[in-house]
């Protein structure tokens, strides 16, 4: 049988040394995902990895962090206003942006400065 793609697996963002407790506050407590517990060789290495649904993210450290401008994990959900006013209330920006035909969408940022999508199609679609 030939290879095919079956799916995906994760998506790894990158964070600095030290920002694991920000990043269970945030990933965590504000957007409620659970924490995975990573291999014990992994673990050695710092980070963490969440998971919720279908979607899985790990948050390794990078000695040289910096986040990217443009990258981004697009995560969609159920209930986009209510997130949007929990990542509010929680201190994160929203930015909303119409520019996605049948979605209503906003970006935010992670503690470390990930840039993530957030996104729902749009009622009717």
């Known amino acids: 049988m030939p290879a095919e793609i079956d799916s995906l697996d994760h998506v790894q963002l990158a964070a600095p040394p030290g920002s694991e407790d920000a990043l269970r506050a945030y990933y965590a407590g504000t957007l409620g995902m659970t924490e995975i517990p990573k291999p014990p060789v992994l673990a050695a290495r ?4 969440f998971s919720a649904g279908s979607v899985v993210l ?3 450290i990078e000695e040289d962090f910096r ?5 981004h994990p697009g995560i969609r959900v159920r209930g986009l206003t ?26 935010s940022h ?7 999508e ?6 009717g679609v």
């Open 46 to 49: 710092g980070g963490c990895w």
């Open 58 to 60: 790990h948050l390794g």
């Open 67 to 71: 986040p990217a401008l443009k990258a």
């Open 82 to 107: 209510a997130l949007a006013a929990r990542l509010t209330d929680a201190g994160a920006s929203v930015l909303w942006d119409d520019d996605l035909p049948g979605h209503r969408r906003f970006y």
């Open 110 to 116: 992670d503690p470390a400065g990930n840039r993530l």
């Open 118 to 123: 957030f996104l729902e199609p749009a009622l």
